[in-house]
């Protein structure tokens, strides 16, 4: 996670305008840690993500409520250098657990391009919580199945989103299934004073 925020937060230092970062899944991770009240940061939109407090890692939000069926549908780690592991969902069980919403053909292209994330990066504890000094808003499904909906309005609280978006039915891809949804949240945050 530190180095994917550090690659944000360069990216971002080098633009001349205010920015709204958003993140999606661990990405709300990574764009917590890369916020911080001295940048240009003027946002953060959270999109069936984590927005963990110092000291929290994705996994351990992950179980802090129950309702995630993730674990098992997990393939067979690959074993990276360093004793890493990156983890991918078994194709076959990606539809019903990542994206029941969408239709199949588009469930089947996502299952056979899904990037890996690595057991660290899900592991690493949050050490800045960038929405305690940045505004954020927050959009999820209640039917995810990857992060508990318990879980991401327990953050969104926390957080004191202004603005907290429940979609009935929406799985953990809302911005697949629900783009107009997630688009409007993400427009109002652009425009919010």
Request: hydrophobic share 40%.
């Amino acid at each position: 996670m530190k180095g994917d925020s550090a690659y944000v937060r360069r990216i971002v230092s080098g633009l001349d305008t205010p920015v709204v970062l958003v993140g999606h899944s661990y990405g709300g991770a990574v764009i917590s840690e890369a916020a911080n009240k001295d940048s240009n940061i003027k946002a953060l939109v959270y999109v069936s993500a984590f927005s963990p407090d110092i000291g929290e890692s994705s996994l351990a939000l992950t179980g802090k409520f129950p309702g995630t069926t993730l674990p098992p549908r997990l393939d067979k780690p690959v074993e990276l250098e360093n004793g890493v592991k990156d983890l991918c969902l078994q194709q076959a069980k990606f539809h019903n657990q990542f994206a029941a919403d969408v239709p199949e053909k588009v469930a089947l292209a996502m299952a056979a391009s899904q990037r890996p994330v690595t057991d660290v990066a899900l592991g690493e504890a949050a050490t800045n919580a960038g929405w305690k000094d940045i505004p954020s808003w927050s959009i999820y499904g209640s039917a995810d199945k990857n992060i508990p909906p318990e879980a991401m309005k327990w953050m969104a609280d926390r957080a004191k989103a202004k603005e907290t978006v429940v979609v009935k039915g929406a799985s953990h891809v809302v911005m697949v299934s629900h783009p107009d949804r997630v688009a409007k949240v993400i427009e109002d945050t652009a425009t919010a004073k």
